[in-house]
Protein backbone atom coordinates (compact mmCIF):
# COMPACT_ATOMS: atom_id res chain seq x y z
CA UNK A 1 0.00 0.00 0.00
CA UNK A 2 2.92 2.63 1.06
CA UNK A 3 5.05 1.91 -1.82
CA UNK A 4 1.73 3.38 -4.58
CA UNK A 5 0.87 6.14 -1.20
CA UNK A 6 2.14 9.15 -2.77
CA UNK A 7 0.81 8.62 -5.99
CA UNK A 8 -2.69 8.52 -4.67
CA UNK A 9 -2.13 12.53 -4.42
CA UNK A 10 -1.67 13.29 -8.34
CA UNK A 11 -4.64 14.66 -9.38
CA UNK A 12 -5.77 15.81 -5.76
CA UNK A 13 -8.98 18.28 -5.39
CA UNK A 14 -8.96 19.01 -2.30
CA UNK A 15 -12.95 20.32 -2.68
CA UNK A 16 -14.02 17.30 -4.29
CA UNK A 17 -12.24 15.33 -0.73
CA UNK A 18 -14.27 17.70 1.89
CA UNK A 19 -17.35 16.73 -0.13
CA UNK A 20 -16.45 12.96 0.24
CA UNK A 21 -16.47 13.22 3.76
CA UNK A 22 -12.73 13.73 4.67
CA UNK A 23 -11.43 15.29 7.34
CA UNK A 24 -10.47 18.79 6.95
CA UNK A 25 -7.37 18.37 8.74
CA UNK A 26 -6.39 15.55 6.84
CA UNK A 27 -7.48 16.62 3.26
CA UNK A 28 -5.07 20.11 3.86
CA UNK A 29 -2.34 18.36 4.57
CA UNK A 30 -3.05 16.34 1.48
CA UNK A 31 -3.08 19.52 -0.40
CA UNK A 32 -0.01 20.73 0.90
CA UNK A 33 1.86 17.51 -0.25
CA UNK A 34 0.31 17.48 -3.50
CA UNK A 35 1.62 20.36 -3.97
CA UNK A 36 4.86 20.05 -2.80
CA UNK A 37 5.66 16.99 -5.05
CA UNK A 38 2.92 17.38 -7.91
CA UNK A 39 2.81 20.92 -7.96
CA UNK A 40 4.68 23.93 -9.32
CA UNK A 41 7.94 24.16 -8.65
CA UNK A 42 11.79 26.39 -8.75
CA UNK A 43 13.78 22.91 -9.27
CA UNK A 44 11.93 19.83 -11.18
CA UNK A 45 14.94 17.97 -10.04
CA UNK A 46 14.89 18.25 -6.59
CA UNK A 47 11.17 17.66 -6.63
CA UNK A 48 11.72 14.54 -8.59
CA UNK A 49 14.37 13.12 -6.20
CA UNK A 50 11.96 13.88 -3.26
CA UNK A 51 8.83 11.91 -5.17
CA UNK A 52 11.45 8.90 -6.09
CA UNK A 53 12.71 8.98 -2.21
CA UNK A 54 8.93 8.63 -1.04
CA UNK A 55 8.53 5.85 -3.44
CA UNK A 56 11.22 4.17 -3.38
CA UNK A 57 11.24 3.22 0.69
CA UNK A 58 7.39 3.69 0.95
CA UNK A 59 6.46 6.48 2.92
CA UNK A 60 2.90 6.93 3.99
CA UNK A 61 1.07 9.77 3.10
CA UNK A 62 1.29 10.27 6.96
CA UNK A 63 5.35 9.94 7.26
CA UNK A 64 5.16 12.39 4.87
CA UNK A 65 2.42 14.99 6.25
CA UNK A 66 4.61 14.81 9.51
CA UNK A 67 7.74 15.62 7.57
CA UNK A 68 5.75 18.69 6.32
CA UNK A 69 4.60 19.75 9.70
CA UNK A 70 8.34 19.50 11.11
CA UNK A 71 9.46 22.01 7.94
CA UNK A 72 7.11 24.38 8.95
CA UNK A 73 8.77 26.64 11.30
CA UNK A 74 11.79 26.73 8.55
CA UNK A 75 11.30 30.22 6.53
CA UNK A 76 13.19 29.06 3.79
CA UNK A 77 12.26 27.31 1.11
CA UNK A 78 15.93 26.27 -0.12
CA UNK A 79 16.39 25.04 3.28
CA UNK A 80 12.82 23.04 3.82
CA UNK A 81 14.09 21.15 0.16
CA UNK A 82 17.39 20.36 1.68
CA UNK A 83 16.27 18.96 4.83
CA UNK A 84 13.16 17.13 3.55
CA UNK A 85 16.02 15.25 1.17
CA UNK A 86 17.72 14.53 4.11
CA UNK A 87 14.33 13.00 6.11
CA UNK A 88 13.60 11.45 3.06
CA UNK A 89 16.76 9.20 3.62
CA UNK A 90 15.38 8.15 6.70
CA UNK A 91 13.87 4.54 6.17
CA UNK A 92 11.48 3.27 9.49
CA UNK A 93 8.14 3.17 11.35
CA UNK A 94 6.68 6.61 11.88
CA UNK A 95 8.02 7.22 15.60
CA UNK A 96 11.34 6.51 14.24
CA UNK A 97 11.12 8.97 11.45
CA UNK A 98 9.73 11.68 14.21
CA UNK A 99 12.62 11.10 16.44
CA UNK A 100 15.13 11.60 13.56
CA UNK A 101 13.21 14.87 12.16
CA UNK A 102 13.34 16.09 16.11
CA UNK A 103 17.12 15.09 16.65
CA UNK A 104 17.40 17.10 12.76
CA UNK A 105 15.48 20.15 13.05
CA UNK A 106 16.06 23.17 15.18
CA UNK A 107 13.92 23.23 17.78
CA UNK A 108 10.97 26.44 17.86
CA UNK A 109 12.47 28.50 20.66
CA UNK A 110 10.15 31.61 19.66
CA UNK A 111 7.61 32.04 22.25
CA UNK A 112 4.37 31.79 21.61
CA UNK A 113 2.40 34.32 20.99
CA UNK A 114 -0.18 36.51 23.53
CA UNK A 115 -3.43 35.86 22.68
CA UNK A 116 -7.16 34.40 24.04
CA UNK A 117 -9.51 32.09 22.39
CA UNK A 118 -13.06 30.79 22.57
CA UNK A 119 -14.26 27.54 21.38
CA UNK A 120 -17.98 26.49 20.07
CA UNK A 121 -20.58 25.57 22.89
CA UNK A 122 -20.60 21.79 23.31
CA UNK A 123 -23.68 20.92 25.53
CA UNK A 124 -23.72 24.47 27.31
CA UNK A 125 -19.80 24.85 27.94
CA UNK A 126 -17.66 26.92 26.37
CA UNK A 127 -13.65 26.74 26.38
CA UNK A 128 -11.09 29.85 27.21
CA UNK A 129 -7.68 29.48 26.40
CA UNK A 130 -4.89 31.88 27.43
CA UNK A 131 -1.38 32.35 26.42
CA UNK A 132 0.60 35.60 27.51
CA UNK A 133 3.57 36.47 29.86
CA UNK A 134 3.78 34.08 32.96
CA UNK A 135 3.93 37.02 35.08
CA UNK A 136 0.92 38.57 34.62
CA UNK A 137 -0.39 34.49 35.18
CA UNK A 138 1.77 33.70 37.64
CA UNK A 139 -0.31 36.51 39.46
CA UNK A 140 -3.43 35.54 38.23
CA UNK A 141 -2.99 31.53 39.74
CA UNK A 142 -1.81 32.83 43.11
CA UNK A 143 -4.98 35.09 43.29
CA UNK A 144 -7.11 32.22 42.30
CA UNK A 145 -5.24 29.45 44.76
CA UNK A 146 -6.26 31.64 47.59
CA UNK A 147 -8.17 29.81 50.43
CA UNK A 148 -7.87 27.01 48.77
CA UNK A 149 -10.21 24.72 50.54
CA UNK A 150 -8.48 20.88 50.68
CA UNK A 151 -11.57 19.00 49.86
CA UNK A 152 -12.23 21.11 47.37
CA UNK A 153 -10.15 20.46 43.94
CA UNK A 154 -8.63 23.10 42.97
CA UNK A 155 -9.48 23.33 39.38
CA UNK A 156 -13.14 23.61 40.60
CA UNK A 157 -11.57 26.03 43.38
CA UNK A 158 -9.95 28.52 40.69
CA UNK A 159 -13.02 28.30 38.19
CA UNK A 160 -15.39 29.71 41.18
CA UNK A 161 -12.51 32.23 41.98
CA UNK A 162 -12.04 33.52 38.52
CA UNK A 163 -15.98 34.28 38.25
CA UNK A 164 -16.37 35.76 41.39
CA UNK A 165 -13.45 38.37 39.66
CA UNK A 166 -15.31 38.62 36.50
CA UNK A 167 -18.71 39.04 38.09
CA UNK A 168 -17.72 41.10 41.23
CA UNK A 169 -18.20 44.53 42.17
CA UNK A 170 -16.21 47.19 40.14
CA UNK A 171 -15.03 46.99 36.46
CA UNK A 172 -17.11 43.45 36.37
CA UNK A 173 -18.41 41.73 32.81
CA UNK A 174 -22.12 42.47 32.87
CA UNK A 175 -24.42 39.71 32.25
CA UNK A 176 -25.88 39.42 28.90
CA UNK A 177 -29.33 41.13 28.60
CA UNK A 178 -31.92 39.02 26.38
CA UNK A 179 -33.25 40.71 23.62
CA UNK A 180 -36.71 38.96 22.54
CA UNK A 181 -37.46 39.14 19.19
CA UNK A 182 -41.40 38.06 17.82
CA UNK A 183 -40.71 36.19 14.20
CA UNK A 184 -44.47 36.64 12.62
CA UNK A 185 -44.47 34.59 9.30
CA UNK A 186 -46.33 36.24 6.55
CA UNK A 187 -48.53 33.31 4.52
CA UNK A 188 -47.81 32.67 0.90
CA UNK A 189 -50.85 34.26 -0.59
CA UNK A 190 -50.08 37.77 0.36
CA UNK A 191 -47.38 39.57 -1.95
CA UNK A 192 -44.61 42.10 -1.06
CA UNK A 193 -45.66 45.38 -3.32
CA UNK A 194 -43.32 47.97 -2.32
CA UNK A 195 -41.44 49.76 0.01
CA UNK A 196 -43.21 53.18 1.85
CA UNK A 197 -40.72 55.47 3.92
CA UNK A 198 -39.61 53.27 6.97
CA UNK A 199 -42.37 50.34 6.32
CA UNK A 200 -43.58 48.31 3.71
CA UNK A 201 -46.88 47.55 1.89
CA UNK A 202 -48.42 44.52 1.38
CA UNK A 203 -50.58 43.27 -1.08
CA UNK A 204 -53.55 40.65 -0.32
CA UNK A 205 -55.37 38.39 -3.17
CA UNK A 206 -59.18 40.75 -2.48
CA UNK A 207 -56.98 43.86 -4.04
CA UNK A 208 -56.80 45.67 -0.94
CA UNK A 209 -53.47 46.24 0.78
CA UNK A 210 -52.01 47.15 4.22
CA UNK A 211 -48.80 48.18 5.79
CA UNK A 212 -46.65 46.16 7.30
CA UNK A 213 -48.07 47.35 10.85
CA UNK A 214 -51.04 47.12 9.88
CA UNK A 215 -50.76 43.54 9.73
CA UNK A 216 -48.74 43.42 12.82
CA UNK A 217 -51.31 45.34 14.86
CA UNK A 218 -53.89 43.01 13.31
CA UNK A 219 -52.32 40.17 14.08
CA UNK A 220 -50.47 40.26 17.50
CA UNK A 221 -51.21 42.61 20.66
CA UNK A 222 -48.25 44.34 20.85
CA UNK A 223 -49.36 47.64 21.91
CA UNK A 224 -48.75 47.23 25.48
CA UNK A 225 -45.50 45.42 25.77
CA UNK A 226 -41.96 46.02 24.35
CA UNK A 227 -41.25 43.16 22.21
CA UNK A 228 -39.65 43.75 18.76
CA UNK A 229 -41.58 42.02 16.21
CA UNK A 230 -39.52 41.12 12.46
CA UNK A 231 -42.01 40.23 9.94
CA UNK A 232 -41.50 37.53 7.22
CA UNK A 233 -42.35 36.08 3.71
CA UNK A 234 -41.62 32.52 2.74
CA UNK A 235 -40.16 33.30 -0.39
CA UNK A 236 -38.60 36.58 0.57
CA UNK A 237 -37.45 36.50 3.84
CA UNK A 238 -37.19 39.80 5.68
CA UNK A 239 -39.74 42.16 5.07
CA UNK A 240 -39.38 44.52 8.25
CA UNK A 241 -39.14 45.51 11.41
CA UNK A 242 -41.08 46.53 14.09
CA UNK A 243 -40.86 48.16 17.59
CA UNK A 244 -43.74 49.18 19.96
CA UNK A 245 -42.49 52.14 20.72
CA UNK A 246 -39.85 53.40 18.40
CA UNK A 247 -38.27 51.41 15.45
CA UNK A 248 -34.21 50.75 16.25
CA UNK A 249 -31.83 52.31 14.51
CA UNK A 250 -30.23 48.69 14.26
CA UNK A 251 -33.12 47.48 12.21
CA UNK A 252 -30.93 45.74 8.74
CA UNK A 253 -28.53 44.39 11.36
CA UNK A 254 -31.08 42.90 13.57
CA UNK A 255 -33.14 41.49 10.94
CA UNK A 256 -29.97 39.90 9.10
CA UNK A 257 -29.15 38.18 12.31
CA UNK A 258 -32.80 36.55 13.03
CA UNK A 259 -31.97 34.99 9.53
CA UNK A 260 -28.70 34.23 10.44
CA UNK A 261 -27.73 33.53 13.86
CA UNK A 262 -23.80 32.58 13.22
CA UNK A 263 -21.14 33.03 10.49
CA UNK A 264 -23.05 30.59 8.02
CA UNK A 265 -19.24 29.42 6.85
CA UNK A 266 -19.48 25.64 7.98
CA UNK A 267 -17.24 25.01 10.99
CA UNK A 268 -17.36 28.66 12.24
CA UNK A 269 -18.22 29.11 15.81
CA UNK A 270 -18.77 33.01 15.60
CA UNK A 271 -22.27 33.92 16.48
CA UNK A 272 -23.83 36.96 14.77
CA UNK A 273 -23.30 39.39 17.96
CA UNK A 274 -19.66 38.83 16.90
CA UNK A 275 -20.11 39.11 12.89
CA UNK A 276 -19.40 42.19 10.85
CA UNK A 277 -22.32 42.74 8.10
CA UNK A 278 -21.44 41.98 4.69
CA UNK A 279 -22.74 42.60 1.14
CA UNK A 280 -23.77 39.42 -0.57
CA UNK A 281 -23.06 41.54 -4.05
CA UNK A 282 -20.17 43.41 -2.70
CA UNK A 283 -20.70 46.81 -3.00
CA UNK A 284 -18.23 47.50 -5.57
CA UNK A 285 -20.06 45.31 -7.94
CA UNK A 286 -23.32 47.29 -7.43
CA UNK A 287 -24.15 45.48 -4.15
CA UNK A 288 -27.00 47.57 -2.09
CA UNK A 289 -27.73 47.90 1.33
CA UNK A 290 -30.60 45.97 1.61
CA UNK A 291 -31.86 43.09 4.04
CA UNK A 292 -31.60 40.52 0.97
CA UNK A 293 -28.19 41.66 0.34
CA UNK A 294 -26.61 41.29 3.95
CA UNK A 295 -25.39 38.48 5.80
CA UNK A 296 -23.50 38.59 9.38
CA UNK A 297 -19.76 37.27 8.54
CA UNK A 298 -17.34 36.98 11.00
CA UNK A 299 -14.16 38.83 10.59
CA UNK A 300 -11.87 36.71 8.95
CA UNK A 301 -14.53 35.11 6.35
CA UNK A 302 -15.85 38.18 5.25
CA UNK A 303 -12.39 38.82 4.29
CA UNK A 304 -11.79 35.63 2.56
CA UNK A 305 -14.94 35.64 0.99
CA UNK A 306 -14.84 35.86 -3.07
CA UNK A 307 -16.30 39.04 -3.75
CA UNK A 308 -16.18 38.61 -7.26
CA UNK A 309 -18.57 35.21 -8.63
CA UNK A 310 -15.86 34.75 -11.30
CA UNK A 311 -13.06 33.88 -8.83
CA UNK A 312 -13.04 30.61 -6.98
CA UNK A 313 -10.69 30.39 -4.71
CA UNK A 314 -12.05 30.71 -0.82
CA UNK A 315 -16.13 30.16 -1.57
CA UNK A 316 -18.33 32.70 -1.48
CA UNK A 317 -21.99 33.41 0.42
CA UNK A 318 -25.13 33.51 -1.77
CA UNK A 319 -28.76 33.71 -1.46
CA UNK A 320 -30.94 30.48 -1.19
CA UNK A 321 -34.60 30.35 -0.37
CA UNK A 322 -34.09 33.72 1.06
CA UNK A 323 -31.16 32.54 3.43
CA UNK A 324 -27.70 33.25 3.27
CA UNK A 325 -25.37 29.94 2.56
CA UNK A 326 -22.07 29.43 2.15
CA UNK A 327 -20.47 27.85 -1.09
CA UNK A 328 -17.71 25.68 -2.22
CA UNK A 329 -15.20 27.12 -5.31
CA UNK A 330 -16.74 24.60 -7.23
CA UNK A 331 -20.67 25.89 -6.34
CA UNK A 332 -21.62 23.15 -3.61
CA UNK A 333 -24.06 25.18 -0.94
CA UNK A 334 -23.56 24.33 2.79
CA UNK A 335 -25.00 25.15 5.83
CA UNK A 336 -23.02 25.15 9.03
CA UNK A 337 -24.17 22.99 11.94
CA UNK A 338 -23.03 24.73 14.77
CA UNK A 339 -25.55 27.11 15.26
CA UNK A 340 -29.27 27.02 15.90
CA UNK A 341 -31.67 27.44 12.74
CA UNK A 342 -32.58 30.59 12.05
CA UNK A 343 -36.13 32.57 11.70
CA UNK A 344 -36.71 31.21 8.01
CA UNK A 345 -35.82 27.57 9.53
CA UNK A 346 -38.22 28.06 12.53
CA UNK A 347 -41.29 29.50 10.61
CA UNK A 348 -41.44 27.80 7.52
CA UNK A 349 -39.92 24.26 8.00
Excluded at 127 to 143: F, G, P, Y
Aim: include cysteine; aromatic fraction near 6%.
Amino acid sequence: MSTQALDTLDGFDYDAAIEAGVDPTRARAWRQLHEIYFGPTKSRQKQRLAAEKARRYGFSLDQLAMIERRLRPIKSARTRTKLRLVLLDSKGTYKKLSERAKALLPSNTKPAKDRLTFSPSRNGRRTMTLTTNERDLADLEHALTRDMDPKTPPSKHMLRRFLDIIRGDGHSVPHAVPRPLLLIPLPQWIQIKRGHGDDTTLTLTDGTTMTGAEYLNSSVATSDNELEAAVFHPQHGAVNLYRTQRLANDKQRTLARAITPGCPVPGCRHTADACEIHHITAWQHGGETNIDNLAPLCRYHNRVNDDDPQRARRGRIELVNAQPLWHSPRGYATTNPVHRPGAMKLLYT
